[in-house]
C-alpha cells in the first residue's frame, strides 16, 4: 500500500548521543516535511524538502539536521546540541509543483515517539 | 508568515452540526486554506481545503468569507468519531500549524 513510513515507533536516547529518525514515502511525492510536537502542542515545522538535495530550515531547526539524497527518503538527525529532544515526531510529504504547491494535500506518518533517558 | 486563530476548544452534541471557525485576516493570495485533524498520538488527517470558493466532500464542508479573511469548517452530523484537534492552515510553500481546536463530542 502507498503511504508514509517512519520508524522506529519509540526511541530512547541518552544524554550526548545523536540520533537518526527515518521516513520513507512510496507516494512519488517530491516535497516532504518533519515536524515535532510537544504533549498537547500543534505542530512546529522542523524542516521541509522540495526536491531532491535541497531542503529548508523550519521555525525550530536548531539541533536537527535533514538529508534528502533519494526521493523517497527524508531522515532527521536529532543531535546533542538539542537540549530538549524528547517530543513527538512526524513526517509528512506531498507533491510539489513550484508556485502551485499550497493547492496539495499533505500526507503524515504515524510518528515517532523519542524520550531522552 | 499568515497565521490562523481558532478557539482553543469547543463542545457539540452528537449527530448535531458543528462548525469551526477559523480567522486569517494577512492570508495571501496564493495561500490556500486547509483543514487537518489530529487523534491522539496520530498523525493529521485531511479534511478538506479550498481557495476562493466553497468546498463539500464526503467529510466536511467549508464555507470561506468573501475577503477570504475566515473560514469555517462544517460538520453536518457530529459523531463520536470526530472528536479530534482540528487545524485550520494557510498553505504556500511551506505548511505551518497553530494550536487547533479541540472538539468534544458529547453522546
Known amino acids: 500500500d502507498g503511504g508514509i513510513t517512519q520508524s522506529p515507533k519509540y526511541l530512547f536516547r541518552k544524554e550526548g548521543q545523536n540520533v537518526t529518525l527515518s521516513c520513507e514515502q512510496n507516494l512519488n511525492h517530491d516535497a516532504m516535511y518533519w515536524y515535532r510536537q510537544d504533549p498537547g502542542q500543534g505542530l512546529r515545522l522542523i524542516y521541509y524538502s522540495q526536491i531532491v538535495n535541497d531542503f529548508q530550515k523550519g521555525d525550530i531547526a536548531e539541533g536537527y539536521s535533514v538529508s534528502r539524497e533519494k526521493k523517497e527518503s527524508f531522515p532527521l538527525t536529532v543531535t546533542s546540541a538539542q537540549k530538549n529532544p524528547t517530543a513527538f515526531y512526524l513526517c509528512?510529504?506531498?507533491?510539489?509543483?513550484?508556485?502551485?504547491?499550497?493547492?496539495?494535500?499533505?500526507?503524515f506518518g504515524e510518528g515517532s515517539w523519542l524520550t531522552v533517558v | 508568515d499568515a497565521k490562523t486563530t481558532q478557539p482553543n476548544s469547543m463542545e457539540s452534541n452528537e449527530e448535531e452540526p458543528v462548525h469551526l471557525p477559523c480567522n486569517h485576516s494577512t492570508i495571501s493570495g496564493t495561500d490556500y486554506i486547509h483543514w487537518y485533524r489530529q487523534l491522539p498520538s496520530q498523525g493529521p488527517e485531511y479534511v478538506i481545503h479550498g481557495l476562493t470558493s466553497n468546498v463539500n466532500n464526503r467529510m466536511a464542508s467549508l464555507a470561506i468569507a468573501e475577503d477570504r479573511k475566515s473560514s469555517t469548517l462544517i460538520l453536518h452530523r457530529a459523531t463520536l468519531r470526530d472528536a479530534a484537534v482540528y487545524y485550520c492552515?494557510?498553505?504556500?510553500?511551506?505548511?505551518?500549524f497553530g494550536a487547533g481546536t479541540r472538539l468534544t463530542v458529547k453522546p
Open positions: 509528512a510529504s506531498s507533491m510539489a509543483a513550484f508556485g502551485l504547491l499550497g493547492r496539495n494535500t499533505i500526507y
Open positions: 492552515i494557510l498553505r504556500g510553500n511551506d505548511m505551518r
